[in-house]
């Protein structure tokens, strides 16, 4: 069952109020026990307090996004790790060619995103294997997409690079998380 967006903020809040509200109360204390030195500070200890806070937001931030980035890239990793896994990319009988042709160029149109980040993720020799199998699958059927009668006799030629491709998905989205 999904949970709403209030109940997901709950765990996460109630801890951070309680500290909160112990900040809030050592600082009244403070204030209390030390009246004037709690609020002298130098101008050197206010500027390395805000270096210290932004430079810190932003390492956060950035390693946030790097993160989102490759939970993104995985979670498109795994799909087309399914997509791979599909009876009808080497059983074509009864599919039409615009079906085929549809099917494959949606596919190299995500094997090209994972092209265009894989030095960014360290994956290049992983995509590039995914790529010359694609290309070989893709080939095969380029030449013979006027003969449906040979791609349907010709399902072990076609399932040998798609489980190639599948099985290295796989890998790429371990590799991803090393």
């Known amino acids: 069952m999904l949970r709403s967006k209030w109940w997901k903020r709950v765990p996460i809040g109630i801890p951070i109020g309680i500290v909160v509200l112990l900040f809030i109360g050592l600082i009244c204390y403070n204030v209390k026990e030390q ?20 430079i810190s937001y932003y390492l956060v931030q950035r ?8 939970d993104i890239i995985s979670d498109m990793i795994l799909k ?5 896994e599909q009876k009808e990319l080497y059983d074509f009988c009864g599919q039409d060619k615009q079906t ?27 995509v590039d294997f995914v790529r010359h199998h694609f ?34 998905l796989i890998e790429i989205a371990v590799h991803l998380y090393k």
């Not at 009246?35 to 806070?53: G, M, N």
């Not at 390693?63 to 490759?70: D, L, S, V």
């Not at 095969?140 to 791609?151: A, K, R, S, T, V």
């Open 100 to 126: 085929i042709t549809m099917r494959n160029r949606g596919l190299n149109n995500r094997i090209h995103i994972l092209e265009t980040l894989a030095e960014e993720f360290n994956i290049v020799t992983e």
């Open 135 to 168: 290309d070989e699958y893709s080939d095969f059927i380029g030449n013979h997409i006027e003969n449906m009668e040979y791609l349907c006799q010709s399902q072990n030629e076609l399932r040998r690079p798609v489980e190639s491709i599948s099985q290295k």
């Open 63 to 70: 390693q946030n996004n790097y993160q989102r980035q490759k």
């Open 80 to 84: 087309m790790q399914v997509s791979f």
């Open 35 to 54: 009246k004037a030195d709690f609020f002298e500070a130098s101008v050197v200890d206010c500027i390395t307090i805000l270096v210290a806070v932004v």
